[in-house]
């Protein structure tokens, strides 16, 4: 089946400091979106990108959708430390309608 | 505008009875679909479903797991005669349309988490 590799696996930084993960694929994907769960808490979408090359932003959270469609990086910065949390990526194909394949998260923990 | 709804939040059932996770898909959306979560561990994919529909169930394991979202109500994932091996948090996720290279993204509840004692 498809698999998402997420790197890295887990983040120790200073507030203010800029973040960055990616997640890369043997597959193609139609789209590419990253979440952020809070203990506890379901997945809350933060950027979803629909278009190989695609980059957007929303706040201090940039995303950009691979050219080859396999790969997506997301970049946090000046971090807060409210910015905690597991960050996660998933990949939507046309063939999987309805069908998102997450990564295995990064965890960001972001000292004061 | 209410996002979806889990209930319960929390479920402790003993090996071999059954669990019963409901799911409230936002207003207007008539896709739903059903992940698990292993401690550290990404979502899995177990279900896709529309009114009254299952369009993919490649992630739901064959036997005791089954889902419904009938034409009135919520959709419910059943596990029946649960195992320790079925304690997670179970995730349910609604869109508007299916995720069929459009535009359309997945929306997720708080989640049920179920502990098997």
């Known amino acids: 089946g498809q698999q998402l590799n997420q790197s890295p696996q887990s983040m120790f930084i200073q507030e203010g400091e800029d973040v960055s993960m990616n997640c890369t694929s043997s597959?193609?994907?139609?789209?590419w979106l990253w979440y952020k769960q809070d203990p506890g808490e379901g997945p809350v979408l933060l950027i979803a990108?629909?278009?190989?090359?695609e980059l957007t932003s929303n706040g201090r959270l940039t995303a950009q959708f691979g050219i080859t469609r396999k790969d997506s990086f997301l970049n946090i910065s000046a971090s807060i430390p409210s910015d905690v949390g597991i960050y996660f990526c998933?990949?939507?194909?046309?063939?999987?309608?309805?069908?998102?394949?997450f990564g295995d998260g990064t965890t960001l923990t972001v000292k004061p | 505008n209410a996002g979806v709804m889990q209930n319960p939040r929390h479920l402790v059932r003993r090996r071999g009875q059954e669990a019963r996770l409901r799911c409230s898909p936002m207003k207007g959306h008539s896709h739903v679909y059903w992940y698990r979560q292993l401690p550290e561990e990404g979502l899995k994919f177990m279900v896709y479903?529309?009114?009254?529909?299952?369009?993919?169930e490649s992630g739901m394991p064959k036997e005791r797991f089954s889902a419904e979202f009938p034409k009135e109500g919520p959709s419910i994932l059943r596990i029946q005669q649960v195992v320790r091996g079925d304690s997670a948090a179970y995730f349910c996720a609604s869109s508007p349309r299916g995720l069929d290279g459009g535009t359309d993204t997945q929306y997720f509840g708080p989640g049920t988490r179920l502990t098997v004692l």
């Open positions: 990108l629909y278009k190989a090359g």
């Open positions: 479903l529309q009114k009254e529909n299952i369009i993919d």
């Open positions: 597959s193609i994907f139609n789209t």
């Open positions: 998933a990949g939507v194909t046309n063939t999987n309608a309805g069908k998102s394949t």
